[in-house]
């Protein structure tokens, strides 16, 4: 027995090492890659280098995410709003309505943003004067959080100065600034006013004219800066989900100091054909492969938006709710580790880095639970009508809203309402024990629930961001939870 099973593992052996002259491996690609005594043949060299180079573009399609967004709010500020000069402000000035028409990651429809955005290679060292009582902050070209403003920042709600620093800047510092050296040379100043200390329309405006200024400490305060309302002009802020995203790439290499990348980043961007002093002219091959990257990597971003697979997206064990800084952190970082999957989240559906958002800053902050499916598990669908329960003691200082978004744009929904939303300002039925229920649907709201009705769009998609301003204790410790959205036809 023993000699013949001897002959049997011979045999196998003679057969696997005659199988492996000629080896096809068929678990990567739908196609086969086939070797010739250990080479690979010339039909697998060149499906390897098309997979290749897909991928490297795939890759920086998601690791660049946060620098294409955070420059596509740049160009429209330029382009959709004609805000051309650093410094210029634009300010959504009603709440709601104002952002319904423009095309914006997860706008919320309650704050009077204000948004601009400095240029330290042209104006060198930029003074920035901030409102009180705002929550706002600024964001280098990447979306990295480099300074809290107003409220949860150094000037504790009260109002001060900044000084930015360009990336290189090496001169002397004066005093009476908070002070802070950019990554980059534009970087964003965002600030979301309670609409209670800005007022609406022109009276907003002139309350950012008086309090919110941005200018090169060389020069001054400018004279001809402009403050103007983007209400009811559209526009698009999102990052491009197409090739062009590489063009913009380009643009912001081309622009900003090799510091501002890594060598790995830098090296990426080198193998897609994207290189600092050089013209980006892929051939028609190659803008075949990146229009294939984007392809790969718009899908994995979908996927990983509304069905991450990390448990710690959950929020709650027995709810459907979920976080979108994942592991709490406003860098993405866990046990030293980057969290890759969640920082691609965050910047494929919202904007604005700050650990306002992440941190317990018990009724200073900004907390945020996104749900995309409903109480059974099945994704939020337009043709379908819904509810959602509120439990007395909502934990909000300042304010709480329910927003819905579309899952492609991830923008506020275009339902013809003024905002797809419910909030405190909208002073919704309450009912006798305090909680708030909120209806969605495609046809009508419940009878004497006007307030706390927002219309879907049948055979559309949507998801709602809970979001609370001065967040309480009671959602810290998770002695207040919102209850699932339940179908109700």
């Known amino acids: 027995m023993k000699t013949t099973l001897n002959i049997v593992a011979a045999g196998f052996l003679i057969l696997l090492a ?9 678990s990567c690609c739908k196609e086969a890659f086939e070797y010739v005594g250990g080479y690979p043949t010339e039909a697998t060299i060149e499906k390897a280098y098309e997979q290749l180079d897909i991928q490297r573009a795939s890759q920086a399609y998601l690791h660049f995410m946060s620098m294409t967004s955070q420059n596509a709010i740049f160009e429209s500020t330029i382009k959709d709003y004609g805000l051309t000069n650093p410094g210029d402000v634009g300010i959504y000035t009603e709440p709601g309505e104002g952002k319904s028409e423009a095309i914006g990651l997860t706008y919320n429809t309650e704050s009077i943003y204000s948004t601009a955005f400095t240029d330290l290679k042209a104006d060198g060292p930029t003074v920035v004067e901030t409102p009180p009582n705002v929550l706002g902050m600024v964001d280098d ?12 920042g150094p000037d504790k709600g009260q109002g001060g100065k900044y000084l930015l620093l360009p990336p290189d800047y090496d001169g002397s510092v004066p005093d009476g600034y908070f002070v802070f050296k950019c990554p980059t040379y534009r970087n964003w100043v965002m600030a979301r006013g309670f609409v209670q200390n800005t007022g609406t329309g022109e009276d907003a405006i002139k309350y950012y004219k008086e309090n919110f200024k941005i200018y090169p400490l060389a020069t001054g305060p400018r004279n001809d800066a402009k403050y ?21 790439l380009n643009k912001i290499v081309q622009y900003e100091p090799r510091s501002a990348f890594t060598a790995y980043e830098l090296g990426l961007l080198k193998a897609i054909g994207i290189e600092k002093g050089k013209d980006f002219a892929p051939d028609e091959r190659m803008k075949k492969m990146l229009t294939e990257g984007v392809k790969l990597g718009e899908a994995f971003s979908k996927a990983n938006a509304f069905a991450h697979r990390d448990k710690m997206a959950k929020i709650y064990d027995d709810r459907h709710y979920e976080y979108i800084f994942i592991g709490g952190s406003h860098e993405f970082i866990k046990d030293g580790a980057l969290l890759m999957d ?7 559906t919202a904007i604005v ?12 902050g900004s907390q945020y639970l996104g749900a995309y499916r409903d109480a059974a598990g099945n994704y939020l669908m337009g043709e379908d009508s819904y509810k959602l329960h509120l439990p007395a003691g909502i934990p909000a200082k300042d304010f709480w809203s329910v927003t819905l978004y579309h899952p492609d744009t991830r923008s506020l929904l275009q339902n013809g309402q003024p905002k797809p939303s419910v909030s405190t300002y909208d002073e919704p039925v309450i009912n006798d024990d305090g909680s708030v229920d909120i209806y969605f649907g495609p046809d009508k709201a419940p009878e004497g629930m006007e307030k706390n009705w927002v219309k879907t769009l049948p055979g559309e998609g949507w998801f709602l961001y809970i979001r609370l301003y001065g967040p309480l204790e009671s959602y810290f410790d998770q002695s207040w939870k919102p209850d699932d959205v339940i179908k109700t036809d």
């Open 141 to 152: 070209g990447w979306m990295r959080f480099i300074t809290d403003l107003g409220n949860a």
């Open 18 to 26: 005659a199988c492996t002259q000629k080896q096809t491996n068929k």
């Open 342 to 348: 969640a920082k691609t989240l965050f910047h494929y």
């Open 353 to 364: 880095i700050t650990p306002a958002m992440t941190n317990k800053m018990v009724g200073i």
């Open 228 to 248: 103007e309302s983007i209400s009811f002009k559209g526009g698009n802020t999102t990052h491009p989900r197409d090739i062009t995203c590489f063009d913009l």
